[in-house]
């Protein structure tokens, strides 16, 4: 990204209270993007979002929806966001400097344990795609490689044993849009593939050293490079498959464990372990695709319901409409 990007988009952040992450993400990293009409989108990470909340709703209380300002204020937007949807409050059509943005704001201790484990994966999902990140006070990048490191053994277990490095980005673009449900009517249906075309780079500089670490491991090699057609070969062996899961966050191994079954054993650290019983790649393969379906349906659909009323039912409308205008051009 430019300088002169960098320092636009960094400076709405001179009107907000101070946050301790912030990243944007979507069209705005397409290196052809020049279409200042599009809404550039950021995800604010602070301590206390309660605190944050009440400083925001002083400096900018046009942000917010006004029942929710008027109902309960701060504590109201915060606990919204934690018992209705997943963690995150979003504030949509936000007018700054010409532009129209959207910005959610999370506590970073939310933030952190989605990264690592999972559990509600939203925003996890999010940073296994490009992002610019603005502001990293707590060295969200380097936690980070744990959510891109799990995202590739996912799609690999996706993936046949012969695949180029497109298809590789593909699949760990779709994996937080399986069972999403604004997928079946509010979603371009071509998203995942334009994503992947319009950032292919950002995707290859942000996957190079995980893919040279599953080289190393022999989990795959490069047969041929040929630009975005570059084919990989991967070992589908079940001492391979049995690597890639191990790989996967424990709230995943857990659901796949109730499932397939678990062996515990001690570890050298004396700690009891689960390990999840594969006989087959392709049933540790679909048992994995359904706990991540699940997870991201009940995560879409709280989303959905905080954000519709969190956003006011005009901008609601507004947001929502514009979606399902793509997605029904999409399908035409």
Known sequence: METTQKDELSSFLSVLPPVDFCCVYGSTLHPNNQDKSKMVDYILGVSDPIKWHSANLKMNSDHYASWMVHLGGAR?????????GVGVHFNPFVNWNDRKLKYGVVRMHDLVHDILDWKRFYLSGRLQKPVHMLVDNLDIED?????KRAAISAALLLLPSKFTEEDLYAKICSLSYMGDLRMFFAEDTN?????VKG???LFQSMYKPFLEECETKNLLRFSSAEASHTKLVQDSSLSATRSLVSSLPASVRSQMGKSLGEK???SETGRVMGEVCISSREEAAKCMEKVMRRRVMVSSGRQAVSGFLAAGAINATMYLSQKMRKAWNSRA
């Open 76 to 84: 109201l937007i915060t606990n919204f966001a934690d018992k209705v």
């Open 143 to 147: 936690v980070n490689s744990v959510n």
């Open 191 to 195: 998203k995942v593939n334009k994503i």
């Open 199 to 201: 950032q292919f780079d």
């Open 264 to 266: 515990k054993f001690v």
